[in-house]
């Protein structure tokens, strides 16, 4: 069974670049066809999809977080990263990781497995 465990600061400056990983375990981010994403709550609202890398490394974006928003990989370590600059109050958030079956699926919110989340604070 795969888990994903989210790992970062939990206090940024704004401003500055938030920067967080999720590491995999129980199975490969680059077994055909997951896509792994990342998804945040913000206190009172619901669940915001950012982005995902798919098993092949292709990335997508949600149209409103695309131009500050960047997901990586290190195959060698199992793990998928988030980059998210510029950042201001209104990203406090709990951050979530998740594997989706397709990178579509991702974009559709249909996500198999999640991390616990990390809370970050601006």
């Known amino acids: 069974q795969v888990q994903l465990q989210e790992s970062g600061p939990g206090l940024v400056k704004p401003s500055q670049t938030l920067s967080l990983t999720c590491t995999v375990s129980?199975?490969?981010?680059?077994?055909?066809?997951?896509?792994w994403s990342w998804i945040r709550q913000s206190p009172g609202k619901g669940l915001e999809w950012m982005g995902v890398?798919?098993?092949?490394?292709?990335?997508y974006y949600s149209p409103i977080l695309k131009s500050r928003t960047s997901i990586s990989r290190d195959t060698s370590k199992n793990q998928f990263s988030l980059q998210l600059s510029s950042v201001t109050p209104e990203d406090t958030a709990v951050y979530y990781c998740?594997?989706?079956?397709?990178?579509?699926?991702?974009?559709?919110?249909?996500?198999?497995?999640w991390g616990q989340g990390t809370q970050v604070e601006l």
């Open positions: 998740a594997r989706a079956r397709f990178y579509y699926s991702a974009s559709a919110g249909e996500f198999d497995s």
């Open positions: 890398i798919a098993f092949d490394g292709t990335t």
């Open positions: 129980g199975g490969s981010i680059t077994t055909n066809y997951y896509a």
